[in-house]
């Protein structure tokens, strides 16, 4: 399963692929997000070139992108209470239904793991939707650990 570094060329699928993430995002959380937001033209060229971030893709035995991710350098706010830190923080992670249960999720997440090692940060940070349970069942078997919850009333 071959995971590689995202080109320009890639911009069209990784538009349409987003364009599916925010669907499903808007079925698990309809108050929360839209149906149809997608970064644009030009956000996915500073994803893509900028040395302080990495979008990895997985391209399937037809060479076509069904998978991606994205990760971002950050770093906690200056505050007299924290500890400073600059971490990588997965800011998107996405596998078309029909590519899911190959492990392509794992990799991409293995890709991501070594990008934020290269980069001498602290640690990788992801955040997951609370009712996505099989991202969050992924997540833990990977050894990723909740480090807060937000809770909400209405």
């Known amino acids: 399963m071959p995971i590689i570094r995202a080109k320009l060329t890639d911009i069209a699928k990784l538009t349409t692929l987003y364009q599916q993430l925010t669907a499903e995002m808007h079925a698990l959380q309809p108050a929360n997000y839209q149906t149809d937001y997608t970064p644009d033209f030009f956000a996915w060229q500073q994803m893509i070139t900028d040395?302080?971030?990495?979008?990895?893709?997985?391209?399937?035995?037809?060479?076509?992108?069904?998978?991606?991710?994205?990760?971002?350098?950050?770093?906690?706010?200056p505050s007299p209470l924290f500890i400073a830190h600059r971490f990588a923080y997965l800011t998107t992670l996405y596998v078309a239904p029909a590519a899911r249960r190959h492990r392509i999720a794992t990799a991409l997440l293995t890709h991501a793991k070594q990008w934020q090692q290269t980069q001498t940060l602290d640690y990788l940070e992801l955040t997951v939707l609370g009712?996505?349970?099989?991202?969050?069942?992924?997540?833990?078997?990977l050894g990723y650990t909740p480090q807060n919850q937000t809770l909400r009333a209405n």
Not at 131 to 141: C, G, S
């Open 131 to 141: 009712n996505n349970t099989a991202a969050l069942a992924l997540y833990h078997k």
């Open 51 to 77: 040395p302080l971030q990495a979008v990895f893709v997985h391209r399937n035995k037809d060479q076509q992108v069904d998978a991606f991710c994205h990760i971002t350098t950050a770093q906690t706010n």
